[in-house]
């Protein structure tokens, strides 16, 4: 099974950006969809963005969209997602997990996570 590093989250102001890596080892990464999901406290984890296996294709929220984009690099064994246009609603721990199957919007049926990054969205 892959395991997964976050790092990259931090501290900026509303309309910031950060960039935010994950780093792959393990099993074959790219037999891997990736995606990243938020958790805010007190809510539910939310689906923010995810990739194919071939970084062909690419899934965002709604509330993201325009704002993130994610990515990835193979031969790298790594997935990105940057943020842009940051919003204190933005604010949450993120998470990179991978799928062995296919891209879904629900935490629950992903096989592998990361411990997780800060990041916090000042006003």
């Known amino acids: 099974q892959v395991q997964l590093v976050e790092s990259g989250g931090g501290l900026v102001q509303a309309g910031g950006s950060l960039r935010l890596s994950c780093a792959a080892s393990?099993?074959?990464?790219?037999?891997?969809?990736m995606a990243w999901f938020r958790q805010a406290p007190g809510k539910e984890r939310e689906f923010v963005a995810g990739i194919t296996r071939s970084g062909g294709n690419a899934y965002y929220t709604d509330s993201v969209k325009g704002r993130f984009t994610i990515s990835r690099d193979n031969t790298k064994n790594a997935v990105y997602v940057q943020m842009n246009g940051l919003k204190p609603e933005d604010t949450a721990v993120y998470y990179c997990a991978a799928d062995l199957t296919y891209i879904t919007r629900n935490w629950r049926d992903y096989d592998a996570w990361g411990q997780g990054t800060q990041d916090t969205v000042s006003s």
């Open positions: 393990g099993r074959s990464f790219s037999m891997y969809a």
